[in-house]
């Protein structure tokens, strides 16, 4: 309950892709609205991406929109985010959980579940 593993972080140059996984449980898959937050260093963490439990429906960060892309696979109970083109400053450890009330909320709450996994991007 309330538990997830991400996964796939690394270190890549800019322009270069990383997937992360969220893996959990299928009825979390299906009882959550589930996202994606990151934390860089002397930085307030910030929501990045979420899914939507209803309909699938995605919210993604301006600072991520056109290079990231989430979704979830119920026969995998996992959670991906495909990170393409990826900058310096998208450096940061990113963490997987519950968004609540839901994605598009004024001020939605990513809850971070797992202990996460870094991103570093530099040459």
């Known amino acids: 309950q309330f538990q997830v593993v991400e996964s796939g972080g690394g270190l890549v140059q800019p322009g270069g892709s990383l997937r992360l996984s969220c893996a959990t449980s299928e009825s979390t898959l299906r009882h959550y609205n589930m996202g994606w937050s990151r934390q860089a260093p002397g930085k307030e963490r910030e929501g990045v991406s979420c899914i939507s439990a209803n309909d699938g429906h995605t919210y993604y960060a301006d600072s991520v929109k056109g290079r990231f892309t989430i979704s979830k696979d119920y026969a995998r109970n996992t959670v991906y985010l495909q990170m393409n083109n990826l900058k310096p400053e998208d450096t940061a450890i990113y963490y997987c959980?519950?968004?609540?009330?839901?994605?598009?909320?004024?001020?939605?709450?990513?809850?971070?579940w797992g202990q996460g996994t870094q991103v570093t991007v530099s040459s």
């Open positions: 959980g519950a968004v609540t009330p839901f994605c598009y909320a004024d001020y939605p709450l990513y809850h971070p």
